[in-house]
């Protein structure tokens, strides 16, 4: 029997370590038995309580959920990442059992837009993503979200009424913009913005190398896909720097462009690696047409 | 001199065995002016010196450098050899290959030879040499395609060079959108001109973006054969994971 090939999206709302612990066993067994991949990211003593009660094979992965839960794009990247790989390898569905660490920072709000963006980026995809929200921990208006963004819902909370997902979880909003340290217009040639970086080689190698990068990335499309020339504006911190990459093309339509995968043979990979390097990206329309690219980069 | 490492730019009369360069002339006086420096700064250094003319090079190498360049390449090693063995420090040779890289056609099996040659005069250390061709007949596109070949160009305007390094290449310059399609026939030079797997010395590449990784990757896949970028800086490991790159891995030793 195929598995038919719908994303769901799972909110698991949960008081207690060892029931939920439980309820996710059974959950990995059924769908182990049906053929899937399982990738488990969760809290340590969760995963812990998990790991015990299943089979540990190679159905079954465990990533550490720091690391895949650092920033909504790396999330996006690790999990299309062992999708892909899944699928190839020829498991009919992914099962993807995951734990955002909500803690009512501002980050909150990129967390519940990526949770939002899912459901549209693996539309189409054989997949169920589990989500898991410890209701003794995570904030009110994050359990809002969940019923907001998921598909369905279990455990023990009250469904609000209707849940209005654009008021509740509406697009991230731009990065700062500040004045200028340096200014280019009507740039041509990627290489023409990344050596009027030179004034900022105060700052670290790193922040620099990935500054580089995003310029130039960003630069080339809007060379290739923008209209051909792009405006640059770059300010900085003491220990970070500002990139705004503007175009007079088409536009993005796509509001999920900074967390949608990027596939061969289209385009994408420019903005998704530039996504990828900078600390924060946000992309704005331009008035009266174009896109505007703003990317943060901070230490790592 | 057998390093890796880039080396400042040089004039025409100071360069040292193992040195492969390519200079563009526009004139007749200015090509003159360009071999006699060399030869000169060559003969002062002790090494012996060959000048085949535009219409001698192709007499000498009767088609060799595309049906047999190793008897050729063994030819050169030969002479190299005879001029150390009588005292002279190299052997210097200057070639004038307009003749030679006149169609697409010739020219790209032209620069599969000036390919092999890069990495066997450098391997040798016994040869220098240099290769000037016409840029008013053969073009800026085709003088850059086989400018990029060499360790050095003359003058000094070439984005990058893909030449013979520390590894089996080395890749130095910047790689991006306006040296897209240069790259792609460089490296297929490259791949088409050796077996197995490239490995490519990066630790003198100041920048590559995504596409141009994933050039490397397409000619590396179809010739089912990998490309290792060796002493890579993080960021380029990290571009060829978010890219998706294919056939192309990175470290950073």
Not at chain 1, 215 to 243: M, Q
Not at chain 2, 80 to 104: K, N, R, S
Not at chain 2, 227 to 234: E, F
Request: hydrophobic share 45%; aromatic share 6%; charged share 25%.
């Amino acid at each position: 029997m195929t598995a038919p090939a719908t994303f769901r999206h799972v909110a698991l709302f949960y008081d207690d370590t060892d029931t939920v612990a439980g309820q996710l066993a059974d959950t990995i067994e059924n769908d182990r038995c049906a053929g899937a991949a399982v990738l488990v990211c969760l809290p340590d003593v969760l995963a812990a309580a998990v790991s015990e009660r299943i089979r540990v094979d190679d159905r079954v992965t465990f990533l550490p959920a720091d690391n895949r839960y650092a920033r909504p794009v790396t999330a996006m990247h690790a999990l299309l990442n062992f999708t892909s790989a899944a699928l190839a390898d020829g498991a009919t569905r992914v099962q993807s059992i995951g734990e955002i660490a909500f803690d009512g920072s501002p980050a909150d709000d990129d967390w519940h837009w990526y949770e939002r963006a899912a459901n549209d980026v693996f539309a189409g995809v054989p997949m169920t993503a589990t989500c898991l929200y410890d209701t003794n921990s995570v904030p009110p208006g994050t359990i809002a979200c969940a019923h907001a963004t998921h598909t369905e819902h279990l455990g023990q909370v009250d469904t609000p009424g209707r849940c209005d997902v654009e008021r509740l979880v509406p697009r991230p909003i731009a990065l700062p913009r500040r004045r200028a340290d340096l200014t280019l217009d009507g740039v041509t040639r990627s290489g023409t913005a990344r050596h009027a970086l030179e004034p900022f080689d105060h700052l670290a190698p790193d922040i620099l190398d990935r500054a580089r990068l995003i310029v130039s990335e960003l630069v080339t499309n809007a060379v290739i896909h923008g209209g051909g020339k792009a405006d640059v504006r770059y300010w900085h911190e003491p220990n970070a720097i500002f990139i705004e990459v503007a175009d007079d093309g088409a536009g993005i339509d796509d509001p999920f462009a900074t967390l949608r995968p990027p596939a061969l043979p289209v385009r994408g990979f420019g903005l998704w690696a530039s996504h990828i390097e900078a600390t924060r990206l946000h992309v704005a329309a331009r008035r009266p047409h174009g896109t505007i690219v703003t990317a943060h980069v901070t230490a790592a | 001199m057998l390093d890796g490492a880039i080396r400042p730019t040089r004039g025409a009369a100071e360069f040292a065995p193992g040195d492969h360069v390519c200079a563009v002339y526009r004139s007749a006086p200015e090509r003159d002016a360009m071999v006699e420096t060399y030869i000169r700064g060559a003969r002062v250094a002790g090494h012996r010196t060959m000048f085949l003319d535009r219409d001698e090079a192709p007499a000498l190498y009767g088609g060799r450098h595309v049906t047999d360049p190793r008897s050729l390449l063994a030819d050169f090693e030969r002479q190299a050899v005879m001029a150390v063995a009588e005292g002279y420090g190299a052997w210097a040779v200057v070639v004038d290959g307009t003749a030679l890289v006149l169609t697409p056609e010739s020219r790209a099996s032209f620069a599969r030879w000036e390919h092999l040659a890069d990495r066997m005069f450098r391997s040798s250390g016994k040869i220098r040499a240099l290769c000037v061709y016409d840029g008013r007949e053969i073009g800026a596109d085709a003088a850059a395609e086989l400018g990029v070949l060499h360790q050095q160009t003359l003058p000094d305007d070439t984005p990058f060079h893909l030449c013979a390094g520390a590894e089996d290449v080395r890749l130095d310059g910047e790689l991006d959108l306006a040296t897209l399609s240069l790259l792609d026939s460089a490296f297929a030079t490259v791949t088409s001109a050796r077996d197995g797997d490239v490995v490519v010395d990066v630790s003198q590449l100041d920048f590559v973006d995504h596409r141009s990784l994933h050039v490397l990757g397409r000619h590396a896949e179809a010739h089912g054969k990998r490309v290792v970028l060796r002493s890579a800086k993080p960021i380029v490991r990290r571009l060829i994971e978010a890219a998706g790159v294919p056939a192309v891995t990175a470290t950073t030793s």
